[in-house]
Every structure is written in C-alpha cells, then in structure tokens.
C-alpha cells in the first residue's frame, strides 16, 4: 500500500488533532488554575459555586469549537449559561494558559 503526500498529512493532522483532545499536562494546568483562583469556585466532579469540570465537558462534547468556547469564556468570565452567579473575567492569562486550561477542562480536569 502506498501512501501520497497528501494521505500522509491528513493522517498525521487527524492523529494530532485526537491526541490533542485529550493530552493535556494535568498538572501544569491544576497549578494554573489554582493560582487563578479558578478552584475557588469549581471542582472536578461537583458543582461549588460554579459547575464541575466534568459537567462543562459534558456540555461541550463533540463540539468541534468547544476549546475556543471555553477559552473564550474563561477570559471573559460570564453569567447565565450555568446559572446567574457570574464568573469573573481571566483577562491576564495568556493565549497558551487559557488553552491549557481549557484542554483540561474539556477533559473533565484530570489529575494525571
């Protein structure tokens, strides 16, 4: 069997782009989110102030935007999609962080 250059990329971009979904550096983004302040009002498996982590998965799961949608309301902060306490915004946090942290959320914030 023999493969182009074409068939080569498309499987190397589809096997990055799985991967990426789930590779996620637990524990540089748990740090990340506990210096935010972040742990304050979310925890991995029960809603606190706001929702879990694995409830915010949930509700993105196979959204192809569902990392840009989480950046986007971490940095923003929010109410309403959740419930009426607002979320304060993460303006600071660079483009590299707030993907992160959205990966991992996006994973149901695992610690390993």
């Known amino acids: 069997m023999k493969m182009d250059f074409k068939q080569v990329v498309l499987a190397a ?3 990055l782009i799985t991967a990426g979904a789930y590779a996620v550096d ?6 990340l989110a506990s210096k935010n302040a972040c742990l304050a009002c979310h925890a991995a ?15 993105h799961k196979g959204q192809a935007d569902a990392e840009a949608k989480v950046v986007a309301r971490i940095k923003s902060g929010g109410s ?3 419930g009426p ?14 993907k992160l942290l959205a990966a991992w959320v996006l994973a149901g914030a695992p610690d390993k």
């Open 85 to 98: 306490v607002p979320m304060p915004p993460q303006p600071n946090l660079k483009d590299d962080e707030l």
């Open 45 to 59: 498996d029960k809603k606190l102030v706001g929702p879990s982590y694995k409830d915010v998965a949930a509700k």
């Open 80 to 82: 309403g999609m959740y």
């Open 13 to 15: 971009s589809a096997l």
């Open 26 to 31: 637990a524990a540089a983004a748990k740090a």
